[in-house]
């Protein structure tokens, strides 16, 4: 069998035989599917953050009308600076991408990324190097 090359950067190796990550090797007549996986990131500290601020920010308007002005507006700066923070991190947090490899002996997780882009384009040609291999067998 030729063993024509689908992909092949630093990472990962697709041939027409196997595919290959690091000392990670799966041979192609073991391979029944591919798949990407997706992995939604944790808020909890971002929410953490948020509820702080939100929790600080109450007694700040509160007090604002009384003779501790001074206190109301560190609590107020201290709340938004938290909500703000937390706001911040959850909008920066991405999914992270995974190649499923289907096999014999059940499905596993090949590969993660949070470039979609790259894990679509190494399920692509791990997709074509099967059906390629369906059509030699």
Avoid at 50 to 65: D, E, Q, R
Avoid at 86 to 98: D, H, P
Wanted: aromatic content about 10%; some cysteine.
């Amino acid at each position: 069998m030729d063993d024509k090359t689908y992909f092949t950067d630093s990472n990962i190796t697709v041939t027409a035989s196997q595919i290959s990550m690091g000392s990670t090797f799966y041979s192609l007549r073991n391979v029944s599917s591919v798949r990407i996986g997706s992995i939604a990131p944790s808020h909890s500290s971002d929410i953490f953050l948020i509820v702080l601020g939100i929790l600080l920010s109450l007694p700040g308007f509160c007090l604002l009308g009384s003779n501790s002005k001074g206190a109301a507006i560190v609590l107020l700066i201290f709340g938004i600076g938290f909500v703000a923070l937390g706001g911040y991190l959850w909008s920066q947090k991405k999914n992270s991408y995974t190649i499923l490899i289907g096999t014999n002996s059940g499905e596993k997780t090949f590969f993660v990324s949070k470039d979609q882009q790259y894990v679509q384009s190494i399920v692509g040609s791990i997709s074509q190097s099967i059906a390629d291999y369906g059509k030699s067998v």
